[in-house]
């Protein structure tokens, strides 16, 4: 077991996947956009810069906001493949570059990841690249159901890591049970402190079921005194779930707006989750899941830099009918390879799937 206790004050490339289907998706959604008044104008994504498209390619229609059109490339970690799989699921993955971070790193790259069902656990794999390969870390988990004195719980799972560029350090947010995000804090991304928790599903309004899978930026709202937004899935009595966020100073303490960020309804889906936040040619955006009943897809809204806009933009990424994605892709994660911009997802229907790469 690599958590520590402290003081709590203190494959194979394989075809386009139905590219008919997404031009015809996204051709709609731009169609859409216009009529309301929405322009995509996106040219760089954070840390993303677009790749070439390899010589002989088909031609693609680009994501909205002008990001890159990511392709399925591979699998990258499959349950019945890893030694720590008490559930034979795993999802929720953060893919973390720390070559540039930390001293002695198992690799450049950091990828963290978990089984959702109790008792749950949040794991490790390092690798080279980000098409992998990656290696199970041969003491998962990394942080247990269990950590006295701090917490006994059915389950942990959805690990986040930031890079918090302030203290040095690599922080975790991960959730357990589903109404509560913890945070833990690492100088090395192996072995990490308790810090405390952070949500509650007692913070959002009344009847509140479900506040998890958070994900955690920098990103500056001078507005509201915030340096760090969290994004997150917000569940109530109508069991519908919905995008909410919140903002905070120093990553610790935060508030939260009582109004969801993006609605299920606002996109035409029973449920949305898995956000993740991208900036691009001086926007803001989000891009979370549908399930799988409402497509199974990667959606993307423009929030802008003050998260008072609420651009639906439509597809951005479309999940393929065949393995691994069999018509669902969620969780999204991104990250940059020598210039190369790349996707890590769950592929595959809920607790049943795999972590999947994507290359810009």
Request: neutral net charge.
């Amino acid at each position: 077991m690599t958590q520590r206790d402290s003081d709590p004050q203190q494959h194979d490339a394989r075809e386009p996947r139905n590219p008919g289907r997404r031009i015809f998706l996204r051709a709609a959604a731009a169609t859409a956009a216009v009529a309301s008044g929405v322009t995509a104008t996106g040219v760089t994504a954070g840390s993303a810069t677009a790749a070439p498209a390899p010589a002989g390619a088909p031609a693609v229609a680009a994501a909205p906001g002008g990001f890159p059109d990511y392709r399925y490339l591979k699998t990258l970690l499959t349950p019945s493949q890893l030694k720590y799989n008490p559930t034979g699921e795993i999802i929720f993955p953060c893919i973390r570059g720390v070559y540039d971070k930390l001293a002695n790193p198992l690799g450049r790259y950091y990828l963290y990841y978990g089984p959702h069902d109790a008792p749950g656990g949040i794991c490790l794999a390092y690798g080279d690249s980000l098409e992998g390969p990656f290696t199970e870390y041969t003491a998962n988990p990394i942080v247990s159901n269990n950590w006295q004195p701090h917490y006994k719980v059915s389950h942990v799972a959805s690990p986040h890591v930031l890079w918090n560029e302030d203290v040095r350090e690599l922080w975790l947010y991960f959730h357990g049970e589903n109404g509560t995000t913890r945070l833990a804090r690492s100088k090395d991304g192996i072995t990490f402190t308790y810090d405390k928790v952070v949500l509650t599903k007692e913070m959002m309004p009344t009847g509140s079921s479900e506040t998890s899978y958070a994900r955690v930026f920098r990103h500056d709202l001078p507005s509201r005194g915030a340096r760090y937004v969290m994004l997150f899935m917000l569940n109530n009595q109508s069991n519908h779930r919905d995008i909410a966020w919140g903002w905070s100073k120093d990553g610790r303490d935060w508030t939260f707006d009582q109004q969801p960020l993006v609605r299920h309804s606002d996109v035409g889906a029973n449920n949305i989750g898995g956000p993740h936040l991208l900036s691009r040619n001086g926007s803001t955006y989000v891009v979370y899941n549908t399930s799988k009943e409402n497509g199974g897809n990667l959606l993307i809204t423009e929030v802008g830099n003050d998260f008072s806009r609420r651009n639906h933009l439509g597809l951005f990424y479309d999940s393929a009918n065949s393995a691994p994605d069999n018509g669902r892709s969620a969780s999204p994660s991104f990250g940059t390879d020598r210039g190369v911009p790349y996707m890590i997802y769950e592929a595959g229907e809920r607790l049943q799937g795999s972590i999947a790469v994507a290359r810009g």
